[in-house]
């Protein structure tokens, strides 16, 4: 069965982005939480956000809260700030494959790819 999973890497740093508060939410018509973790000292959850049965097709969505990592480094950003939660909506369509969302984040920009 497939699986999704993330992590995050800090580009301003050149760090992983560690401590960072992930939530997963389902989102098919209204908007259901699933998971509320954070990212460990790798920048990465320490198990899959799903798996097995519970990995479904349909969308998704990521909210990584990127400016509450950013101001308990000690980075001065403006208020309000630039990047603050980072919303990932993703759909999955073959549940049998793994599904990877990392996010390359800074103060000022992020990106995302589907990894593997």
């Known amino acids: 069965m497939g699986r999704l999973t993330t992590h995050v890497l800090d580009t301003s740093h050149g760090k992983p982005g ?50 509450d990592y950013f101001a308990a480094q000690g980075v001065e950003v403006p208020s309000p700030r630039f990047v603050d939660r980072v919303v990932l ?3 999955i369509a073959e549940p049998s494959q793994h599904y990877h969302v990392p996010l390359l984040v800074s103060p000022w920009s992020f990106s995302t790819y589907r990894g593997s």
Do not use: M
């Not at 939410?25 to 259901?32: A, F, K, L, N």
């Not at 954070?38 to 097995?52: F, S, V, W, Y």
């Open 18 to 67: 560690a401590g960072i508060r992930v939530e997963l939410w389902r989102v098919d018509g209204e908007r259901r939480s699933l998971r509320d973790v954070q990212t460990n000292a790798d920048g990465r959850c320490d198990k899959p956000l799903l798996e097995g049965e519970e990995f479904a097709a349909g969308e998704y969505e990521l909210v990584f809260h990127a400016g």
């Open 89 to 91: 909506r993703f759909g």
